[in-house]
Each structure stands twice: as structure tokens, then as C-alpha cells.
């Protein structure tokens, strides 16, 4: 760092401190060069690890995915969920405290349709779960 009476002074370096001054620009000059390029390797390095967790973090939903208690359920367990699931949304439609009937989407039925293969599988296998849809 430059002397404090060089750097809040008003007067003019002479040459000797011009100088050492130019020496020490240089050399601080270099530093921050080596740091910046420190900075690249390191973000590089950042986002490599950031896209490796990714993966990982990835990697571990579909093991819990496959992991899931619900996929341990019978068939007929779920016909039952499903069938109970869309009788209380019948039941409540017509007494008027939930959903409209006015476009499909809404419909549980195509809700569970799409949550996975196996789900589509069996409700499109299940006729009895068609009938109040």
C-alpha cells in the first residue's frame, strides 16, 4: 500500500517515489490478474458442483419416487381410493361446495389420469370409475 503522506498529500512525487510507485502498480496490477483468473477457475469449478448436485438431487427424487409406500398398494386398494376420491367430488358438486363441472380438466378423474402410467393403467382398465365422470 502507498505511504498515507504520499496519498493525502497534495504534493508531487518526485521520481524515486514515481518509481517505486510504478513497481508496486505493476505488482498489484498482476496480483488482481491472478485473482480474476482464480475467480474464473473457481466458477467454474462452482457451477461443475452445482450441476453435480443437480443430478444428485435428481437422482434421489426418483428413488424416493420409487421408494413410495403408495406404490406398494394393491390394484384394488386404489380402485377403492379412486372410487371414494371421485364419489366425495360428485357429492359435493351437487350440494354445490366444490368445483364446476364445465371443463374437463377439472375433473378428478383426469387429474389421477395423468399423476403416472400405472394410475392411467388402472383407471382406464376400471370401467365402474367412468360411470359418474
Same mark, same amino acid.
Given at each position: +500500500? ?39 477457475? /473457481?466458477?467454474?469449478?462452482? +457451477?461443475?458442483?452445482? @450441476? ?7 437422482? +434421489? ?19 377403492? /381410493? ?17 368445483? /364446476? /363441472? @364445465? ?29 359418474? +365422470?
Amino acid at each position: +500500500s502507498p505511504s498515507p503522506d504520499l496519498v493525502h498529500s497534495a504534493f508531487a512525487p518526485d521520481a524515486t517515489q514515481l518509481s517505486q510507485c510504478g513497481l508496486e502498480l505493476e505488482a498489484v496490477n498482476l496480483a488482481a490478474r491472478k485473482c480474476d483468473e482464480e475467480i474464473i477457475i /473457481l466458477r467454474k469449478l462452482l +457451477s461443475a458442483q452445482i @450441476n453435480k448436485r443437480h443430478q444428485l438431487h435428481e437422482r +434421489s427424487v426418483h428413488y424416493h419416487s420409487i421408494m413410495s409406500p403408495i406404490r406398494r398398494l394393491p390394484k384394488e386398494i386404489l380402485i377403492e /381410493l379412486f372410487s371414494r376420491c371421485l364419489k366425495d367430488y360428485f357429492r359435493l358438486c351437487a350440494v354445490g361446495t366444490y368445483g /364446476l /363441472l @364445465n371443463e374437463p380438466a377439472e375433473l378428478p378423474i383426469m387429474t389421477l389420469l395423468r399423476v403416472c402410467s400405472h394410475w392411467r393403467s388402472i383407471i382406464l382398465a376400471t370401467p365402474a370409475l367412468w360411470r359418474n +365422470s
